[in-house]
T-cell receptor, first 110, second 114 residues
Framework: EDQVTQSPEALRLQEGESSSLNCSYT??????LFWYRQDPGKGPEFLFTLYSAGEEKEKERLKATLTKKESFLHITAPKPEDSATYLC???????????FGKGTHLIIQP | GAGVSQSPSNKVTEKGKDVELRCDPI?????LYWYRQSLGQGLEFLIY????????KSGLPSDRFSAERTGGSVSTLTIQRTQQEDSAVYLC????????????FGPGTRLLVL
């Protein structure tokens, strides 16, 4: 059974204070690891897809990396508008749908 | 272009009533997925459609849940004889193809069963 564990559950940072969110996973035959952002009352918004260990992707202040056991979402010099819940999900070899972690609730204080 | 749309955005119903939730995927996307997000829980995968193929229903929580996809496009998730534990946000997603393609989510339908 595919499993995803995200840490920390919640994180409060000052504006400009860089940090990283962790996503540990166990999966049989990884077909993709996905990062989403979810704002209150809205559906998840796609951020990144990673397919193989060593892969990295960047978008504005966000950078996602992938190893064989975990993924990190690095946030550089965050702004208050980066406050959201960040979700990590995997698609395993035997699965039809994504397996999600419970998310990291990120608050950026001005 | 237009994203995934879902209707209604909110639904309040009484225990025992049936409800229908609708999903309109991104045009051209062949794969469609339903998930459920309960308060304090992660997103839970329910069912997946690839084109017009018959879906695997094993992820549905109970036999009160059913889903169909007509013409390879719009999908309906039906919950019969709703129970209070069915209260959740029901999310639909679509992808261009299956098997590792990025899934794009709709805004969800917030269901409250009284």
């Amino acid at each position: 059974e595919d499993q995803v564990t995200q840490s920390p559950e919640a994180l409060r940072l000052q504006e400009g204070e860089s940090s990283s969110l962790n996503c540990s996973y166990t999966v049989s035959g990884l077909r993709g690891l996905f990062w989403y952002r979810q704002d209150p009352g809205k559906g998840p918004e796609f951020l990144f897809t990673l397919y193989s260990a060593g892969e990295e992707k960047e978008k504005e202040r966000l950078k996602a990396t992938l190893t064989k056991k975990e993924s990190f979402l690095h946030i550089t010099a965050p702004k208050p508008e980066d406050s959201a819940t960040y979700l990590c999900a995997v698609l395993g070899g035997g699965a039809d749908g994504l397996t999600f972690g419970k998310g990291t609730h990120l608050i950026i204080q001005p | 272009g237009a994203g995934v749309s879902q209707s209604p955005s909110n639904k309040v119903t009484e225990k025992g009533k049936d409800v229908e939730l609708r999903c309109d995927p991104i045009s051209g996307h062949t794969a469609l997925y339903w998930y459920r997000q309960s308060l304090g829980q992660g997103l839970e995968f329910l069912i997946y459609f690839q084109g017009n193929s018959a879906p695997d229903k094993s992820g549905l929580p109970s036999d009160r849940f059913s889903a169909e996809r007509t013409g390879g496009s719009v999908s309906t998730l039906t919950i019969q004889r709703t129970q209070q534990e069915d209260s959740a946000v029901y999310l639909c997603a679509s992808s261009l193809l299956a098997g590792g393609e990025t899934q794009y989510f709709g805004p969800g339908t917030r269901l409250l069963v009284l």
